[in-house]
């Protein structure tokens, strides 16, 4: 069986964080803001944008993880796996 989105997210995000990542943060959206504060701490910067806000049936979020003038983002229709796909973008760029 092939591993899904959520499950190669957080092996590339427990790899890149030596093993610390809120548990399911790639599901939870409560944890994956926890991610974003071990994000701030690395110094950087965060916002979370819904693309659109006024529909009642589609989703899509973009999140932003900002350094040193350097944007790093991801858009996907769940907020979690937005935050972690652009933190492990921010993290491997660094």
């Known amino acids: 069986m092939s591993e899904t989105i ?3 997210l957080e ?3 427990k790899l890149l964080l030596d ?3 809120p548990t399911h943060a790639t ?3 409560n944890a994956a803001l926890d ?3 071990i994000m ?3 110094g950087f910067a965060f916002q979370l944008k819904d693309l659109c806000p ?3 049936t589609e989703s899509l979020w973009c999140a932003n993880f900002v350094k040193d003038g350097e944007v790093f983002s991801a858009e996907y229709p ?3 796996v937005a935050i972690c796909a652009a933190a492990i973008g921010a993290l491997t760029n660094q």
Do not use: N
């Open 40 to 42: 701030e701490v690395k």
């Open 6 to 8: 959520f499950e190669r």
């Open 54 to 56: 006024k529909s009642l």
């Open 11 to 13: 092996k590339q995000l």
């Open 27 to 29: 599901y939870d959206l």
């Open 35 to 37: 991610l974003t504060k």
């Open 19 to 21: 093993g610390t990542i």
């Open 78 to 80: 769940q907020a979690p």
